[in-house]
């Protein structure tokens, strides 16, 4: 490891701007202080602050060895801020790991989703019986990693509800979704249970749009964009560490705002 002192070694503000995102996250959780410069990076994580790759993994180092202690803080009280309905953009804004050309609409007909795992009962669920559960609706933001933000309105099925409704034992660790678009994604069972998170099946008061998901998909209000997946297939309540689409490429599991 090289001398974390570097005198000339300007901070470069462009270099850290382009990982905005993730440092306010940081900075949210306490992990890192305000006013976070490359010479402190380099400091905490001995990365080589010339290189923008560099920078950008000893943030997502200093975020992944959290994640644990992340998620014993997670308060499953705790609300995240919602906002007036008259601030939902439509609209959405889309983003998936490829264009909005490339979605393949489900057929909200032949849709199952299919349980397993520690659940009493895995019958597969249709789209009308999960419409026929108690619905919840939230607006609230939705912060994707990239650096955009939009406020929208969810509605569907409290996972908790869902979770005790089909008998899953919910002092298992993880609920894992799959995805028509092999995008698998997990989370803690605390997040599973906190009141805004959803099983949507309507934005704006409108059925999902196809792009955003429909007929399911999962959103919560207390995590990053990238842990909400969108045409959930398959739902599994498991101790076994599932992992994830983007947390096989790097990026932190518990991802909480
Ligand atoms: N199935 C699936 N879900 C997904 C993704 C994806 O590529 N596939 N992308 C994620 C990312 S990175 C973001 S920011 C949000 C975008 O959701 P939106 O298009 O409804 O705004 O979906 C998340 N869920
Ligand atoms: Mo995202």
Same mark, same amino acid.
């Given at each position: 490891?090289?001398? %974390?002192?570097?005198?000339?070694?300007?901070?470069d503000?462009?270099? #850290?701007?382009?990982?905005? $995102?993730?440092?306010?996250?940081?900075?949210?959780?306490? *992990?890192?202080?305000?006013?976070?410069?490359?010479?402190?990076?380099?400091? =905490?994580? !001995?990365?080589?602050? &010339?290189?923008?790759?560099?920078? &950008?993994?000893? *943030?997502?180092?200093?975020?992944?060895?959290?994640?644990?202690?992340?998620?014993?803080?997670?308060? $499953?009280?705790?609300?995240? $801020? /919602?906002?007036?309905?008259?601030?939902?953009?439509?609209?959405?804004?889309?983003n998936?790991?490829y264009?909005?050309? @490339?979605?393949?609409?489900?057929?909200? @007909?032949?849709?199952?989703?299919?349980?397993? !795992?520690?659940?009493?009962? +895995?019958? %597969?669920? /249709?789209?009308?019986?999960?419409?026929? #559960?108690?619905?919840?609706?939230?607006?609230?933001?939705?912060?994707?990693?990239?650096?955009?933000?939009?406020?929208g !309105?969810w509605?569907?099925?409290?996972?908790? /509800?869902?979770? &005790?409704?089909? !008998?899953?034992?919910?002092?298992a660790?993880y609920?894992?979704? +799959?995805?028509?678009?092999d995008? %698998?994604?997990s989370?803690?069972?605390?997040?599973?249970?906190?009141?805004?998170?959803? *099983?949507?099946?309507?934005?704006?008061d409108? $059925?999902l749009?196809?792009?955003?998901?429909?007929?399911?998909r *999962?959103?919560?209000a /207390?995590? =990053?964009?990238?842990?909400?997946?969108?045409?959930?297939?398959? =739902?599994?309540?498991?101790?076994?560490?599932?992992?994830?689409?983007? @947390?096989?490429?790097?990026?932190?599991?518990?991802?909480?705002?």
């Amino acid at each position: 490891m090289k001398s %974390p002192f570097r005198p000339e070694v300007i901070p470069d503000k462009a270099v #850290l701007d382009d990982h905005k $995102p993730l440092i306010r996250s940081l900075e949210r959780r306490g *992990l890192i202080r305000g006013g976070l410069s490359l010479g402190s990076l380099a400091m =905490l994580t !001995g990365c080589d602050v &010339e290189r923008p790759d560099a920078v &950008e993994s000893a *943030l997502l180092a200093i975020s992944r060895f959290n994640d644990g202690v992340q998620a014993l803080l997670f308060d $499953p009280r705790k609300l995240a $801020p /919602t906002y007036p309905a008259s601030m939902i953009l439509r609209p959405a804004k889309f983003n998936a790991y490829y264009d909005v050309t @490339e979605v393949k609409p489900v057929n909200g @007909e032949s849709w199952r989703l299919d349980l397993s !795992g520690l659940i009493a009962d +895995k019958r %597969p669920w /249709t789209l009308g019986q999960l419409q026929a #559960l108690p619905q919840s609706s939230m607006v609230i933001k939705h912060i994707c990693v990239e650096g955009w933000s939009y406020i929208g !309105g969810w509605s569907g099925v409290r996972l908790a /509800t869902f979770l &005790e409704h089909i !008998g899953a034992d919910l002092r298992a660790k993880y609920v894992a979704f +799959k995805t028509a678009d092999d995008y %698998p994604s997990s989370i803690d069972m605390a997040t599973a249970l906190h009141p805004q998170t959803l *099983l949507a099946l309507r934005y704006g008061d409108e $059925p999902l749009a196809d792009p955003f998901g429909f007929p399911v998909r *999962l959103r919560m209000a /207390t995590k =990053l964009g990238y842990k909400n997946p969108k045409w959930v297939t398959a =739902l599994e309540v498991t101790n076994t560490y599932p992992g994830g689409f983007w @947390e096989e490429r790097g990026f932190p599991w518990f991802a909480g705002l």
